[in-house]
């Protein structure tokens, strides 16, 4: 029953066509206390416009890092998507964000909304990965950047898609935030390479990892240490 209702205002609030058409048609700006986000992008899906309306686009991930970020965060975001959550973070912690975004076709759209919202930024248009042989990559050409899936490639070519972790600084962040479609996996496996990671807040994707590989993911958090402090629907903040 509780499944039944939660898709009922699911689909009337958060991912209703009809609102969505209508929200588009008339604006393309999404206004969140003192953000401004700008939404132009063909691969965004119309009926997820209206959560513009109601103020539940990515309300998981706000409500957990509105209830726990703060200045003392140095944060690292994988999937800035349109920017919402960068610029959020950006404007609570008063820091510099290291941003990953591998979707080629809403990079510049993020940009700008960082750009607009006055945020201290670097954005790198690559994975990070912790191998220098891995060939995880995410299927950045998905016509909707939501549906984004984590695949495996087998062409050299796709190398260029990734940046080695240790070939970038990341002894400033002691902050990671992730919603990447599938990744936080790989991440969260490799967390006890990020010596300075204190903080981890994430978006668990179970329906792209499966059962086996979210069960890995708590053990592994467990056993580096990471402590489970507040979850919401689906987002997670664990501390160490």
């Known amino acids: 029953m509780k499944n039944l209702i939660f898709k009922i205002l699911y689909y009337i609030f958060h991912y209703n066509y009809?609102?969505?058409?209508?929200?588009?048609?008339?604006?393309?700006?999404?206004?969140?206390?003192?953000?401004k986000i700008d939404t132009k992008i063909k691969s965004f899906p119309t009926p997820l416009y209206s959560s513009f309306i109601f103020k539940t686009y990515e309300v998981n991930d706000r409500i957990v890092i509105e209830k726990y970020l703060?200045?003392?965060?140095?944060?690292?975001?994988?999937g800035g998507g349109l920017g919402f959550?960068?610029?959020?973070?950006s404007k609570i912690s008063k820091k510099k964000i290291?941003?990953?975004?591998?979707?080629?076709?809403?990079?510049?759209?993020?940009?700008?909304?960082?750009?607009?919202?006055?945020?201290?930024?670097?954005?790198?248009n690559k994975n990070l990965?912790?191998?220098?042989?891995?060939?995880?990559?995410?299927?950045?050409?998905?016509?909707?950047?939501?549906?984004?899936?984590?695949?495996?490639?087998?062409?050299k070519n796709y190398f260029k898609n990734n940046i080695y972790y240790?070939?970038?600084?990341?002894?400033?962040?002691?902050?990671?935030?992730?919603?990447a479609e599938g990744y936080e996996y790989e991440i969260i496996k490799n967390i006890s390479?990020?010596?300075?990671?204190?903080?981890?807040?994430?978006?668990?994707?179970t329906n792209i990892l499966g059962d086996l590989k979210t069960?890995?993911?708590?053990?592994?958090?467990?056993?580096?240490?990471?402590k489970k402090k507040f979850d919401f629907l689906g987002s997670y903040f664990y501390l160490s």
């Open 18 to 35: 009809l609102l969505g058409a209508v929200y588009k048609f008339f604006s393309t700006k999404f206004f969140y206390k003192n953000l």
């Open 70 to 78: 703060s200045k003392k965060n140095k944060c690292i975001i994988f």
């Open 85 to 89: 959550i960068p610029c959020l973070v």
């Open 98 to 124: 290291l941003v990953f975004e591998i979707n080629k076709e809403i990079i510049s759209n993020l940009k700008k909304n960082l750009i607009l919202n006055k945020s201290k930024f670097k954005l790198i």
């Open 129 to 155: 990965v912790f191998n220098k042989k891995d060939k995880f990559v995410f299927n950045s050409n998905s016509r909707n950047f939501l549906a984004s899936a984590l695949k495996r490639k087998f062409s």
């Open 166 to 179: 240790k070939d970038i600084s990341l002894k400033y962040y002691n902050t990671l935030i992730i919603d």
């Open 193 to 205: 390479k990020l010596k300075n990671i204190k903080y981890i807040f994430f978006e668990l994707h």
């Open 215 to 226: 069960k890995a993911l708590f053990k592994i958090l467990r056993k580096n240490g990471f």
